[in-house]
């Protein structure tokens, strides 16, 4: 069958939607990135207050200056403190991250409901083709005998 004559009126929208879910997808790899970063700048917080924590324990076992003591446990609460923050903002990237997928799901399901409503038109629109062309090759064809007969009837 031939599908030249076929127009979808949708079009227009379906490139807006084509559009959309693609900057959607686009947002979900910025946000899959921003999450990677905020959950390794975690990890490098922890890291660094383990390593700290230990160092302080060090630090008392060796009977050090209690002052510079007292320095490295503000260091370490400091340390603490970062730790807390990367966690929220891991967890808020998180969060963004799960927003973006919902995005990209919905956006692709409005897209494929279109597509599929395109599908069905242009099964339509080639099912009335091959009606029309079957009514012409009926019309042909009886054209065709009357034309024998009146060719006979002269004969």
Known sequence: MNARGFAWRLASLQRKLEWELDTAKATLARELAAEEAARSAQARAEQ???????????????????????????????????????ATKAQATSDQLAAARQDVVHRQRR????L??????????????????EKEADAGWLAL??????????A
Do not use: I, S
Not at 59 to 85: C, E, I, K, M, S
Not at 116 to 133: F, I, S, V
Not at 145 to 154: D, F, I, M
């Open 48 to 86: 660094l207050l383990q390593q700290g924590a230990v160092e302080a324990r060090n630090a008392r076992a060796a009977h050090a200056d209690p002052r510079a003591y007292r320095h490295v446990l503000g260091y370490l609460v400091g340390l603490g403190d970062q730790v807390t923050v990367a």
């Open 111 to 114: 897209l494929d409901v279109l």
């Open 116 to 133: 599929h409503a395109r599908k069905n038109a242009l099964a339509a629109y080639l099912k009335a083709e091959a009606h029309r062309e």
């Open 145 to 154: 005998r009357a034309l024998r007969r009146q060719a006979e009837e002269r």
